[in-house]
């Protein structure tokens, strides 16, 4: 299973740090990466690290501003998330896919993950 937290409320301009820490599978089979989803629209792929060719995929929005990483001893994956804007506001979401779906830093599809978290919600007040 995957557990997010860090989640909480902020001012524009601020920082926040989410976790994801994984349970229950073997971690290194698995890319990890973050979505976030605002009510009434899809769900967005935000980053991802591969592990076939160590590329990083970042959504434009959110290019230059979140930094994802990965704690291996802990089993965890963080999302550093600086310069925060009002929209950035939306329940972050991370999950798993097998390692090999996931290269060339190309905007992932949220079909492609095989695990959940349940969610931790961000909201940026302008």
């Known amino acids: 299973q995957l557990q997010a937290s860090g989640g909480g409320l902020v001012q524009a301009g601020g920082s926040l740090r989410l976790s994801c820490a994984a349970s229950g599978f073997e971690f290194d089979d698995y890319a990890i990466g973050w979505f976030r989803q605002v009510p009434g629209k899809e769900r967005e792929g935000v980053s991802y690290?591969?592990?076939?060719?160590?590329?990083?995929y970042y959504a434009d929005s959110v290019q230059g501003r979140f930094t994802i990483s990965t704690d291996k001893s802990k089993n965890t994956v963080y999302l550093q998330m600086n310069n925060l804007k009002p929209e950035d506001t939306a329940v972050y979401y991370c999950a798993a896919a097998w390692w090999t779906r996931l290269h060339s830093a190309r905007a992932p599809n949220a079909d492609e993950f095989n695990y959940w978290g349940q969610g931790t919600e961000v909201t940026v007040s302008s």
């Open positions: 690290e591969s592990r076939v060719d160590d590329t990083i």
